[in-house]
């Protein structure tokens, strides 16, 4: 039963990831935290546990989503490498800052943080694009043969690199791709074309999980026989994912992802509260 429960819950992180290009941490993260505490389903996992074996498993779903999206010609290489030169120290940060959380302090934090997330979600279509970073980067164009479209978008690298630190640190400390902060970035800041931040976010969330993972496994964060149990539903999850991204509408799913990370922030961040 446990290991089914596993099984779903990698194969919908890796669904939800590679669609959206989130990574897929975003969903495993509060779904074991509340079996963990809640259900005590998985009485034997920390906070820490938790984490290692989400940024394990996102590079599977990263490679699996990234190979999708490089055979459709939707991922930016040289972007993907700039954002990853900037996450790649800040997860090694978040990682060793993860060290010192107490669950109260996780769960409250984590909370905040699936707050912040779902408002972004929900303000992303919203919210209206600025030329501000194209204009002050070097300029970039991709011409869209599905909807026959034409972007220009672009960034000065020192932003990115600073943007890209912060997220890493998001990612080392509470176990998620950064996809989720990223994608929306690309797109309103630099004005990406959606289907190549997203598949360009997946490059990042690939190149950078291996660095975190490293640094959670030399932390024995990482319980190797879960993980292993993730893994393979979360790569064919993210293969998935990736095939949908070119053929659906994500929006729907956009709704419903924004209300649960509400609801599973807003829950967090009570059980942070008052079981301090």
């Keep these: 039963m446990v290991f089914l429960i596993l099984l779903v819950t990698g194969l ?9 290009g989130l990574g897929g941490g975003v969903i495993l993260v509060p779904v074991l935290l509340f079996l963990s505490s809640s259900v005590s389903l998985f009485p034997d996992l920390s906070p820490q546990q938790i984490v290692g074996l989400s940024v394990v498993m996102m590079i599977f779903t990263g490679l699996s989503s990234t ?11 040289r972007s993907g490498f700039i954002f990853f030169l900037g996450s790649a120290p800040g997860t090694i940060l978040g990682a060793f800052v993860n060290r010192s959380l107490d669950v109260p302090s996780f769960q409250l934090y984590f909370g905040l943080l699936l707050v912040f997330l779902s408002l972004l979600l929900l303000l992303r279509d919203r919210l209206k694009a600025v ?13 869209d043969r599905k909807t026959d479209q034409q972007y220009v978008y672009g ?10 630190f912060f997220i890493g640190f998001a990612s080392g400390l509470f176990g998620i ?26 490059l990042m969330v690939f190149l950078s999980a291996i660095v975190n993972s490293i640094t959670h496994i030399s932390l024995g964060n990482v319980p190797w026989i879960y993980t292993l149990a993730i893994i393979p539903s979360a790569y064919i999850g993210a293969k998935i994912g990736a095939r949908l991204n070119r053929s659906i509408k994500s929006e729907t799913l956009v709704v419903v ?4 990370l509400l609801l599973l922030g807003l829950r967090s961040i009570y059980e942070g509260i008052f079981s301090s």
């Design 131 to 143: 030329s501000w970073f194209v204009d002050h980067g070097k300029k970039q164009s991709f011409h």
């Design 177 to 202: 791709g950064g996809g989720s902060i990223l994608v929306p970035a690309m797109i309103l800041l630099f004005l990406f074309p959606p289907h190549v931040a997203v598949g360009t976010s997946m």
């Design 67 to 77: 190979i999708a999206y490089m055979k459709v010609g939707t991922v930016d290489y």
């Design 12 to 20: 919908a992180s890796g669904i939800v990831g590679a669609l959206i």
């Design 155 to 164: 960034y000065p690298i020192w932003f990115a690199l600073v943007l890209t």
């Design 257 to 260: 992802l924004r209300l649960a």
